[in-house]
C-alpha cells in the first residue's frame, strides 16, 4: 500500500461558506470542520464518499467551459457525481443553485456550474 492517500478534494470559492452549504445540500454531506475561511465536508458517518474541502480566496476568478479565447481562466477540474435519476438530479441541483451548461457533450451526462463557476457533471450509469 502506498504511504499517500487522497483524502481531500479542495475548490477555491469567493465565499468559502456559501459554496460548501451548495454541496453540502446537493451530496447529504455533513461539516466536519470549519473555520473563518475555510470548511471540510463529508458524507455522514458509515457512508462512503470523498471529503471535500472549500477555502476563500479573495482573487478567485471563475473558470470559463468550455474554454472559448486564449487568456480565459481554464477549468483544472471538475466533479462527476453518480446519480439514479439525471433529470430529477438535474432539477434539484438548480433548485439549489446551479447552473445548466450551454453545452452539453453527452446524453447520460449533465454538465452544471456551481454557485462558484465550478464545473461538474451529473451522471447516471446507462445499460
Do not use: K, N
Amino acid at each position: 500500500m502506498s504511504p499517500a492517500r487522497l483524502s481531500t478534494v479542495v475548490l477555491d470559492a469567493h465565499d468559502a461558506h456559501e459554496l460548501a452549504g451548495f454541496y453540502r445540500r446537493l451530496l447529504g454531506y455533513e461539516v466536519r470542520r470549519e473555520e473563518p475561511h475555510w470548511v471540510l465536508i463529508g458524507p455522514p458517518p458509515g457512508t462512503e464518499g470523498t471529503a471535500l474541502a472549500f477555502e476563500t480566496e479573495p482573487g478567485y476568478v471563475r473558470p470559463v467551459w468550455p474554454s472559448r479565447h486564449p487568456g480565459d481562466q481554464q477549468m483544472m477540474l471538475h466533479l462527476d457525481v453518480e446519480v439514479d435519476d439525471l433529470e430529477a438530479e438535474t432539477a434539484r441541483a438548480v433548485a439549489e443553485g446551479a447552473t445548466i451548461a450551454g453545452y452539453q457533450p453527452q446524453a447520460d451526462v449533465r454538465v452544471l456550474f456551481d454557485p462558484a463557476g465550478h464545473p461538474f457533471c451529473l451522471w447516471t450509469e446507462t445499460p
